[in-house]
């Protein structure tokens, strides 16, 4: 299941994450919700 979050992060770190992950082919959401996971939050873990 996914929900709309909306976050408040620096320009410069907004313009870096979205040419980061358009470089590597995947959605910014995607991008975060990774780096999320790999810093292990997951939910239920």
């Not at 870096?16 to 992950?21: I, K």
Request: hydrophobic share 40%.
């Amino acid at each position: 299941m996914t929900t709309k979050l909306t976050l408040n992060i620096d320009k410069d770190i907004i313009e870096y994450a979205r040419s980061y992950a358009k470089e590597n082919n995947v959605s910014l959401s995607k991008l975060i919700s990774k780096f999320i996971e790999v810093m292990g939050v997951r939910f239920g873990e």
